[in-house]
């Protein structure tokens, strides 16, 4: 199965006229994401999904999508990347460490310098440990979740100020 | 144990449906959303809401390990997994076994026995329950002998389908060795498991069910039946019980069938054994067992006045059924409409979007289920059930008028609905005299076009 150029420019056609931000399809073994220029980035692709071949098209955002949906409970953060804020999210639902084990020192502190492959922490869901990296170059300046809290899904877990 | 707070690990009217049995006794819910459930009705009505994940379900509410984590993070000492999802993957009950969290479901192993079709059909058999005429694909020569003993037309089926999906009807043997090559790549595809079996296809059949209570402990009562004929590719879209002009010996030996089924298995929870029954014959046939509490349980609810949800709860707690069978009495007829925002003018393509406006019918008898609102999204990742109406009359008669007023009473914009198909169907005569088959529901569109 393959799509062509015509099917993509049919598909965005669709989206457009759509009240959707972002389309995801797949079709035997093929995905194709499609997302509006200015809505939140796409999930990020999960280890299962992560070897999969993508084609990622933006298309113009031609209107404001009507939502009721009010976020509840701790915020998603959006990604602004050309800020000089810089907020890590939890990348899944699961307990957040601050250290490798319980007693050692955590992984950073307010002030600590950081690069993008810096750990910040590690998420656990059901024995299975996955660390979180700083993801931009710069210093700590808040932390956010606790050590040992369930952190959901996308919630800030803490702010790097970025530096140049 | 009594159950303090319940994760629930679902989405739209049935999230909304267990928090409002929480509420009644008084037991926290923690409701497990994706990002796309966020601002959801159910969402606001829990007592809280946890984001386990990105719209997908396969990122979300696919992932066993994750709502079990969620459960343990938030203090919850249960989980309930409402139908569709993981309510019948074995995967999720076994993580709670070994968490010690407590499923409101039946126990891992029962969920692989009735999961497994081919394993399933050889319970019923064991428990004196007619199946159709067939058995297993094991080689293409041996499926060649059995469908001539079956004859046709007959069903390929496969072993981890169910629900009509990874089905094929084949009228001629010359067809059959193509078929299974073909429907076992796509099971493997669907389901990771290609085995497939045959069976003989029962042409004009009425799909009746037998809603059963099962203790875990060999202990099992039945609710009586629901009809399901009314479907569109093996989707239900309308339910109603009692199921119409069935003979009083044959609704005995139904419920009796199912009995014995959930009986053998010592079934735990709320379960359905579904049936076809041959409408030129009065024969029937085993056809499967959900696991898990069924969409259109409410009518059941509706004629018994038992709440289903709340018997899952106390049987998890392990208090029992508390109800003997003599204790239940089916008091009048009662009709589920399911109302999904689906296009019946583009062949019911799915319609997601923004709902705008919404209101939904009331009055004495007439019940909505539904997690809609005005405002409220229908995001494209999900089923598109919008709500289920269900209304309860003395007599099957002011069932219907009850139900045509209802569907009057209803509007939806924003997202094409099929309103109108019930509204039709709810007028057409033969629906009105009861006792319509599985196929009528293609000839009454057919004969609009």
Same mark, same amino acid.
């Given at each position: 199965m393959t799509l062509t150029a015509k099917d993509v420019a049919e598909i965005t056609r669709l989206l457009e006229e759509s009240d959707f931000d972002e389309l995801y399809l797949e079709l035997d073994g093929m995905t194709l994401s499609l997302r509006r220029t200015?809505? #939140?980035?796409? #999930?990020d692709e999960t280890a299962s999904s992560a070897d999969r071949p993508r084609a990622v098209a933006a298309a113009e955002r031609p209107r404001a999508v009507a939502t009721g949906a009010q976020p509840t409970g701790p915020l998603t953060t959006p990604r602004d990347d050309n800020a000089r804020e810089h907020t890590v999210t939890a990348p899944l639902l699961g307990t957040f460490y601050r250290a490798p084990r319980p007693g050692a020192p955590p992984f950073v502190e307010i002030g600590s310098e950081v690069e993008p492959d810096t750990v910040i922490g590690i998420l656990e869901v059901m024995k299975l440990m996955t660390t979180v990296r700083a993801g931009a170059h710069g210093r700590v300046a808040q932390i956010l979740a606790d050590d040992g809290a369930l952190v959901e899904y996308g919630e800030a877990l803490l702010r790097v100020t970025r530096i140049d | 144990m009594a159950i303090r707070r319940i994760l629930i690990a679902n989405r739209g009217e049935i999230a909304q449906r267990i928090i409002r049995t929480c509420r009644e006794l008084g037991i926290e819910s923690v409701l497990a959303v994706s990002e796309a459930d966020r601002g959801s009705l159910p969402a606001r009505l829990a007592d809280r809401a946890v984001c386990i994940g990105p719209p997908r379900p396969a990122d979300s509410y696919l992932r066993a390990e994750t709502i079990v984590q969620a459960a343990l993070g938030t203090g919850a000492d249960a989980i309930h997994p409402g139908y569709g999802f993981l309510s019948e993957r074995a995967s999720l009950a076994r993580l709670c076994e070994q968490q010690g969290i407590v499923f409101i479901g039946p126990t891992a192993a029962q969920i692989e026995a009735v999961g497994d079709k081919l394993r399933a059909r050889e319970e019923a058999e064991a428990a004196d329950v007619p199946v159709a005429p067939g058995g297993a694909v094991e080689s293409l020569a041996a499926a060649r002998s059995l469908a001539r003993t079956i004859g046709v037309p007959l069903l390929l089926k496969a072993v981890s389908g169910g629900g009509g999906r990874g089905m094929k009807r084949v009228d001629r043997l010359a067809d059959l060795p193509a078929a299974i090559e073909l429907a076992a790549a796509e099971a493997g595809a669907a389901f990771g498991d290609a085995r497939m079996y045959l069976e003989r296809y029962v042409g004009e059949s009425r799909h009746v069910e037998v809603q059963v209570l099962g203790d875990g402990a060999g202990g099992a009562v039945h609710l009586g039946e629901r009809d399901c004929s009314i479907q569109r590719r093996y989707q239900k879209l309308v339910e109603e019980t009692p199921a119409p002009g069935l003979p009083e010996p044959l609704r005995r030996r139904l419920h009796e069938s199912a009995l014995r089924v959930a009986r053998r298995l010592s079934y735990r929870s709320a379960g359905t054994v579904e049936f076809l029954v041959d409408v030129t014959s009065d024969a029937f046939y085993f056809l499967e067992m959900n696991a898990r509490i069924q969409v259109e349980h409410p009518i059941t609810e509706a004629v018994t006045g038992i709440d289903i949800v709340a018997r899952q709860i106390a049987i998890a707690e392990g208090a029992g059924i508390g109800r003997t069978q003599s204790d239940i009495r089916a008091e009048g007829c009662a009709l589920e409409c399911r109302i999904n925002a689906e296009d019946p003018a583009r062949d019911f393509l799915p319609s997601p979007g923004v709902v705008s406006e919404v209101s939904w019918p009331a009055g004495p008898g007439v019940r909505v289920d539904t997690h809609i609102e005005a405002g409220s999204q229908v995001p494209p990742y999900y089923d598109s059930l919008l709500a289920k109406i269900i209304v309860r009359a003395p007599d099957r008669a002011g069932t219907l008028a009850a139900m045509r007023g209802a569907i009057a009473a209803t509007r939806v914009t924003g997202v094409a609905t099929n309103l109108a198909f019930h509204a039709r169907l709810l007028a057409d005569p033969e629906f009105a005299a009861g006792g319509v088959d599985t196929g009528y529901v293609a000839r009454l569109l057919a004969r609009a076009a």
């Open positions: 200015g809505s #939140a980035e796409l #999930a | -």
